[in-house]
């Protein structure tokens, strides 16, 4: 591009230029916003992948109920499962469950915002067959069975299969190769 000087020596731009550099300057907070909105849709495709590839017990029921502990649902993105199809049973997607019900659930998702529930969350689950998932940083060690992790741009998962056994819940061998970390 070539661009002519004022006797001043700022550059001439074109009202063209002016109006796209504007634009790029407006348009910059909603790409970060709909950068984090595709994370969020990621990490309940994943979720949606888990109620695939993991038997959940409770077969018998006609639905996979999942429940989404606090507010945080992934800037809505959970609420997207609702009525899909997994195992031929249909996903019913629960927000704000109270941690007292979620024992009546096929799976539960604690999002890093209520990341600090977690233990207490470990605790009401003790080895019910519910399918516990989390986005926190430290979900595994703290009993999750699944974690999604956010790293170099990408999503990926880590499993603790301890946990799942303990739930007896059981992956897929085909989930756990693609899996980050196999906790044992």
């Not at 049973?89 to 024992?103: C, M």
């Not at 430290?138 to 999503?155: E, M, P, S």
């Not at 990926?156 to 301890?162: I, Q, S, T």
Request: charged residues 20%.
């Amino acid at each position: 591009m070539n661009l002519q000087n004022t006797p001043l020596g700022f550059p001439i731009i074109s009202l063209r230029q002016l109006l796209c550099g504007l634009a790029m300057c407006l348009t910059w907070p909603a790409l970060a916003q709909t950068a984090g909105q595709t994370v969020d849709r990621i990490k309940a495709a994943y979720v949606y992948n888990f109620a695939k590839f993991v038997e959940l017990p409770s077969a018998d029921d006609k639905s996979i109920r999942l429940c989404v502990l606090g507010k945080d649902d992934l800037s809505g993105a959970m609420l997207s499962l609702n009525r899909r199809m997994a195992q031929g049973r249909e996903i019913v997607v629960r927000k704000e469950v109270p941690l007292d019900q979620l024992k009546d659930c096929s799976m539960v998702f604690v999002s890093e915002t209520d990341a600090r529930h977690l233990p207490a969350v470990v605790r009401q689950l003790s080895g019910a067959p519910v399918l516990l998932v989390s986005d926190g940083r430290q979900a595994v060690d703290q009993g999750a069975h699944l974690a999604l992790l956010f790293n170099d741009d990408r999503v990926e998962f880590d499993v603790n299969l301890l946990s799942l056994q303990k739930s007896n819940i059981r992956a897929s061998s085909q989930m756990l190769k693609l899996a980050r970390t196999v906790v044992r």
